[in-house]
T-cell receptor, first 110, second 117 residues
Framework: GQNIDQPTEMTATEGAIVQINCTYQ??????LFWYQQHAGEAPTFLSY????GLEEKGRFSSFLSRSKGYSYLLLKELQMKDSASYLC???????????FGTGTRLQVFP | KAGVTQTPRYLIKTRGQQVTLSCSPI?????VSWYQQTPGQGLQFLFE???????NKGNFPGRFSGRQFSNSRSEMNVSTLELGDSALYLC????????????????FGPGTRLLVL
């Protein structure tokens, strides 16, 4: 079957670091995406991982372990504007479809 | 470069009616995918169109259909609306078909929020 799991909600403090986890089970794997979605807005692309390891892009980093079916998104030096939903999506190699998790709603407090 | 645009942004319909939603992809992008987003289910893939052909389809009933025109603009139609069809419908465009490679990145439009009464 196909399943993507993320925590439903997380809270953190401005300036802190937060890690959002994503575990997946798909019949085939061909890449993992992270998207950010502010309330009432479209999802915007954050990162893409297809090989194991850490990809860093400014304050955001994304990690992938294919053998464990696991990824995380790391947000450093949190800002209030980082309050949003973070969507993990896996491309299934067999169907080419993007399977999305239900998203993690992050609230950043001052 | 203009982003993905969707019209209308908001729509209210009643059960049994049909609705057509429109999506204009980023200029030069030839693939358009449609998703349904609800609080409980998250983003669910509806279908992908590339070069006027449906390339992939999700697990939705036949009431949901779509098409793509020669200028890559796409429309999605839902017939015989049900209360459960109330959702945010998102369109996403990419340069090439999602079936063509693994790193193909999608860019989402603002969505059409549909409320079925």
């Amino acid at each position: 079957g196909q399943n993507i799991d993320q925590p439903t909600e997380m809270t953190a403090t401005e300036g802190a670091i937060v890690q959002i986890n994503c575990t997946y089970q798909t019949s085939g794997f061909n890449g993992l995406f992270w998207y950010q979605q502010h309330a009432g807005e479209a999802p915007t692309f954050l990162s893409y991982n297809v090989l194991d390891g850490l990809e860093e892009k400014g304050r955001f980093s994304s990690f992938l372990s294919r053998s464990k079916g696991y990824s995380y998104l790391l947000l450093k030096e949190l800002q209030m504007k980082d309050s949003a939903s973070y969507l993990c999506a896996v491309r299934d190699r067999d169907t080419d479809k993007l399977i999305f998790g239900t998203g993690t709603r992050l609230q950043v407090f001052p | 470069k203009a982003g993905v645009t969707q019209t209308p942004r908001y729509l209210i319909k009643t059960r049994g009616q049909q609705v057509t939603l429109s999506c204009s992809p980023i200029s030069g992008h030839r693939s358009v995918s449609w998703y349904q987003q609800t609080p409980g289910q998250g983003l669910q893939f509806l279908f992908e169109y590339f070069s006027e052909t449906q390339r992939n389809k999700g697990n939705f009933p036949g009431r949901f259909s779509g098409r793509q025109f020669s200028n890559s603009r796409s429309e999605m139609n839902v017939s015989t609306l049900e209360l459960g069809d109330s959702a945010l419908y998102l369109c996403a465009s990419s340069l090439n078909s999602l079936t063509s490679g693994n790193k193909e990145t999608q860019y989402f439009g603002p969505g059409t929020r549909l409320l079925v009464l």
